[in-house]
């Protein structure tokens, strides 16, 4: 069923994102908790991210698929937060320095920019925050951090994002 039809389904959720990797991750997640969890059609608008903070976007997104449509919907909205940079890139981690710019090149800014620091200054930590919405009203929302420091160089497995090694007390 395409999600451009408006079927309210109790037990029916959408992933608000059109990235499909995260919606498998989430899938996954979700396998035996009753959930049929439905991506979005890729005809259906991306909610631009105007909000001052992660809980605003989500919370944006959340309600605007959900009321799209009418099944519950389940939204994200993450980013680094890192210390040295008063908490840039923060939300606007996927647009940060220049919309332009490559993941890659984006990296490779933060990087740039927190080259003389020590280890110890480079504290930072990547934020979700998830809001799951009925067409009408937000249920519930949470966040969560995984902090640490900002390692010297990016990972083979994410070259496109500083990496984070977590805290002892992660």
């Given at each position: 069923?395409?999600?451009?039809?408006?079927?309210?389904?109790?037990?029916?959720?959408v992933?608000?994102?059109?990235?499909?990797g995260?919606?498998r991750?989430i899938?996954?997640?979700?396998?035996g908790s009753?959930?049929?969890?439905?991506?979005?059609?890729?005809?259906?608008?991306?909610?631009?991210?105007?909000?001052t903070t992660?809980a605003?976007?989500?919370?944006?997104?959340?309600?605007y698929?959900?009321?799209?449509?009418?099944?519950?919907?389940l939204?994200?909205?993450?980013?680094?937060e890192?210390?040295?940079?008063?908490?840039?890139?923060g939300?606007?981690?996927a647009?940060?320095?220049h919309?332009?710019?490559?993941p890659?090149?984006?990296n490779l800014?933060?990087?740039?920019?927190?080259?003389?620091?020590?280890?110890?200054?480079?504290?930072?930590?990547?934020?979700?925050?998830?809001?799951l919405a009925?067409?009408d009203?937000?249920v519930?929302e949470?966040t969560?951090?995984?902090g640490?420091?900002i390692?010297?160089?990016?990972?083979?497995?994410?070259?496109?994002?500083?990496?984070?090694t977590?805290?002892?007390?992660?």
């Amino acid at each position: 069923m395409s999600t451009l039809e408006r079927r309210p389904t109790s037990k029916a959720l959408v992933i608000a994102t059109h990235n499909q990797g995260k919606v498998r991750e989430i899938e996954t997640l979700l396998a035996g908790s009753g959930w049929d969890v439905r991506s979005l059609d890729p005809e259906v608008p991306e909610v631009p991210e105007t909000g001052t903070t992660f809980a605003a976007n989500a919370r944006a997104k959340a309600l605007y698929y959900a009321g799209h449509t009418g099944m519950a919907a389940l939204a994200d909205d993450s980013g680094l937060e890192i210390d040295a940079l008063g908490g840039e890139p923060g939300v606007r981690s996927a647009r940060y320095v220049h919309p332009d710019l490559s993941p890659a090149q984006r990296n490779l800014e933060i990087l740039a920019r927190l080259r003389d620091l020590p280890a110890r200054d480079r504290g930072a930590r990547f934020v979700c925050h998830l809001v799951l919405a009925m067409p009408d009203k937000v249920v519930h929302e949470t966040t969560g951090t995984c902090g640490g420091r900002i390692a010297g160089s990016a990972t083979r497995s994410r070259p496109w994002r500083p990496s984070v090694t977590p805290s002892a007390t992660q």
